[in-house]
């Protein structure tokens, strides 16, 4: 389960709908080991394409350098879906490179509504898990829990707050 912070997923959401039509990309860093998001790095879709993204290169050296010097390691993978949910795709799978961190999609193909959906990407197999978003600011126990169907077909919607 990935358990982050709601100022992260605002950010996040916030990156992906100022960058729509094209896609956004980042990463949320956390303590080597830790499993814990704490600092969120948008970054620049080298592509600046509304189906694919990449990052820029040196952007992505300095980024994972700093990451080294400040002992942590990314622990979310985040981009943007324009016009599709929030699932892997083939190319998408093919590019995960981080096999600890949580891949974390955000669909803005419907303004209206926020699409998050996080997976495991592991050899090319992708597992969904649920996403627990703490919101420390109002009670730090209480949580929202998004969890989504297994497969793209099937999209159950679930979400739970409690403390």
């Known amino acids: ?5 709601r100022d992260i997923i605002d950010a996040i959401v916030a990156h992906a709908r100022r960058d729509h039509p094209d896609e956004a990309c980042g990463i949320v860093a956390g303590p080597i080991g830790s499993d814990n ?13 509304a189906t694919f993204y990449r990052f820029d290169s040196m952007e992505q050296l ?8 400040r002992d942590e390691e990314p622990v979310v993978v985040y981009h943007s879906h324009t016009a599709t949910e929030a ?10 490179g981080e096999p600890k ?3 974390l999609l955000v669909s803005t193909r419907d ?4 699409e998050i959906r996080s997976f495991r990407i592991v ?6 898990e649920p996403v627990q978003i703490v919101d420390a600011s109002v009670d730090p126990t209480a949580v929202t829990t998004y969890m989504f169907g297994q497969s793209p077909a099937a999209v159950d919607y679930e979400c739970s707050t409690g403390h």
């Open 62 to 69: 300095r980024v994972w350098r700093e990451m080294d010097d």
């Open 1 to 5: 389960m990935l358990t982050i912070g």
């Open 101 to 103: 961190a949580h891949y």
């Open 87 to 96: 699932y892997p795709s083939r190319t998408d799978t093919s590019l995960a």
């Open 123 to 128: 050899d090319g197999t992708v597992t969904e």
């Open 111 to 114: 303004p209206s509504t926020e």
């Open 37 to 49: 998001p704490v600092r969120h790095v948008p970054m620049d879709n080298a592509e600046r394409s």
